[in-house]
């Protein structure tokens, strides 16, 4: 029985490739809205209508924000697609040897949720950043909604504390 669930392990591999196909393509997505950036500054050209209103530098701000958030979520992609490698297919004595990847250390499943929740709660602040920037002009207090549902997030990761046994022993590494 233990060799058949052995086997079924390597079913992960379809999470980890997807995983990093989509971080790979998610890269190229934000490469794409920092070069928009670039040719809004250059040239002037602003290719979303909805941006129009805004003035050449603002508009090149909401790209590079928008590349940010976008950058963000191939990371978490990634780290994802690590986590998931080294807790189910990786061995563990040898990945502590040959560890290139210490600063996504994923040792338990919980670590791996902690640092996912963690970089979500980021994202979801640089996506305030990005409607705050956009719709500086006309804000209603709708608006709060987000930042109190990160500050909420936030407070839950605080009080889950998802592998935090082992984030007491990493302070000593770095």
């Given amino acids: 029985m233990k060799e058949t669930f052995n086997v079924f392990r390597f079913i992960s591999w379809i999470a980890i490739i997807c995983s990093l196909l989509g971080s790979v393509l998610l890269f190229i997505v934000g ?3 920092t070069f928009s950036a670039y040719t809004t500054v250059l040239f002037g050209q602003v290719t979303n209508k909805s941006l129009s209103h805004l003035a050449t530098s603002e508009v090149a701000t909401t790209y590079l924000i928008k590349s940010l958030d976008t950058f ?3 990371l978490v992609l990634f780290i994802f697609a690590h986590g998931v490698f080294t807790l189910f297919i990786c061995d ?3 990945a ?3 560890s290139v990847l210490k600063w996504i250390s994923t040792p338990n499943i919980g670590r791996l949720k902690s640092i ?3 970089v979500i709660v980021i994202i979801l602040f640089v996506k305030f950043l990005e409607i705050i920037l ?3 002009n006309n804000l209603t207090w709708e608006i709060l909604i ?3 549902s990160i500050l909420l997030l936030a407070l839950a990761l605080k009080f889950l504390g998802l592998g935090l046994e082992e984030k007491k022993g990493e302070g000593d590494d770095i």
């Fill in 31 to 33: 490469a794409m809205q």
């Fill in 72 to 74: 963000l979520i191939a």
């Fill in 92 to 94: 563990k004595k040898l």
């Fill in 96 to 98: 502590k040897k040959t």
């Fill in 116 to 118: 996912l929740g963690e």
């Fill in 134 to 136: 956009v719709n500086l």
């Fill in 146 to 148: 987000l930042p109190v």
